[in-house]
């Protein structure tokens, strides 16, 4: 099994409101995709955090494999939800992936 973790730092230039709108819509873009791509086990998206947090968004996901995790990369599905609804709005991404 493969850990795959992405902190996002979403753009300065919205405002509160809209950044929760932002979230709302990466954590159901991405936890969507549960059961549609070959290989990602589970995925959960955290968009509510404490004032000490320096990130808006994590995303906590595990695939079966290495092999997975590198072909959920280039899936139209996967593709689709980060071009529409994280990559416009993010400025600041973080990954660590690991086998668990």
Known sequence: MVKHIILWKLKEEYSEEQKAQIRKGIKEGLEGLK????????VFVRTEF??????D????????SA???K???????HVAVADEK???????????????
């Open 86 to 100: 994280v990559r416009p709005y993010t400025a600041i991404r973080s990954c660590m992936d690991y086998e668990v």
């Open 71 to 77: 072909n959920y990369g280039t899936h139209p599905k």
């Open 50 to 55: 404490l004032p000490s947090s320096n990130a």
């Open 57 to 64: 968004v994590m995303l906590d996901t595990t695939f079966e």
């Open 67 to 69: 092999e997975a995790l």
């Open 35 to 42: 059961g549609q791509i070959p290989g990602l086990v589970d």
